[in-house]
T-cell receptor
Framework: ETGVTQTPRHLVMGMTNKKSLKCEQH?????MYWYKQSAKKPLELMFV???????ENNSVPSRFSPECPNSSHLFLHLHTLQPEDSALYLC??????????????FGPGTRLTVT | QKEVEQNSGPLSVPEGAIASLNCTYS??????FFWYRQYSGKSPELIMF????GDKEDGRFTAQLNKASQYVSLLIRDSQPSDSATYLC?????????????FGRGTSLIVHP
């Protein structure tokens, strides 16, 4: 256990559905991240929140909508997804000080399948 | 576009040998460098980080950084079959005044008995 939990672990949804992924960290970190991992592609950073403010939106389609209500929780709201959005979605947290990047701790991921 | 390059492999080594994994990066301003290990079906876990030029050792693992050549490597001594995994190189890169992690594609390592 890394101190980062994600729910659900598996999700199958149709293209017209709306669902949300949840991430919670118990490490006292001040930064949280969403990544997409597809087969044979590098880990793709989607969103970064530092001190609950979004500091990076890496050109992600608007059908993905993040929410960070506090430093321990991060959500990814999904709507009208496409089959190519099927992937492993990973949440991570880290401690950031004065702009320096420190090591990240990853959750177990949500395996998303869009039908 | 800031890039982090790794040979996807697979890199196959016999048990007990030294495995050498390499990573190059394009952002000269990068200051923090990380190696993660990812077993099949699992999420990445941190092995080592390095911030200064030179070598950093932790048990069987040694990270090497050369900022002038924009090169970071990971050596695994006395490789074990349990080391078989994908190794991800991550580099802190600048983006609009912030620093974000950029990952390489990962190198698949196979340690055979």
């Amino acid at each position: 256990e890394t101190g980062v939990t994600q729910t659900p672990r598996h999700l199958v949804m149709g293209m017209t559905n709306k669902k949300s992924l949840k991430c919670e960290q118990h490490l006292g970190h001040n930064a949280m991240y969403w990544y997409k991992q597809s087969a044979k592609k590098p880990l793709e950073l989607m969103f970064v929140y530092s001190l609950e403010e979004r500091v990076e939106n890496n050109s992600v389609p608007s059908r993905f909508s993040p929410e960070c209500p506090n430093s321990s929780h991060l959500f990814l709201h999904l709507h009208t997804l496409q089959p190519e959005d099927s992937a492993l979605y990973l949440c991570a947290s880290s401690q950031e000080l004065a702009g320096d990047l420190y090591e990240q701790y990853f959750g177990p991921g949500t395996r998303l399948t869009v039908t | 576009q800031k890039e982090v390059e790794q040979n996807s492999g697979p890199l196959s080594v016999p048990e007990g040998a030294i495995a050498s994994l390499n990573c190059t990066y394009s952002d000269r301003g990068s200051q923090s460098f990380f190696w993660y290990r990812q077993y099949s079906g699992k999420s990445p876990e941190l092995i080592m980080f390095i911030y200064s030029n030179g070598d950093k050792e932790d048990g069987r693992f040694t990270a090497q950084l050369n900022k002038a050549s924009q090169y970071v490597s990971l050596l695994i001594r006395d490789s074990q079959p349990s080391d078989s995994a994908t190794y991800l190189c991550a580099v802190e890169t600048s983006s609009g005044g912030s620093y974000i992690p950029t990952f390489g594609r990962g190198t698949s390592l196979i340690v055979h008995p």
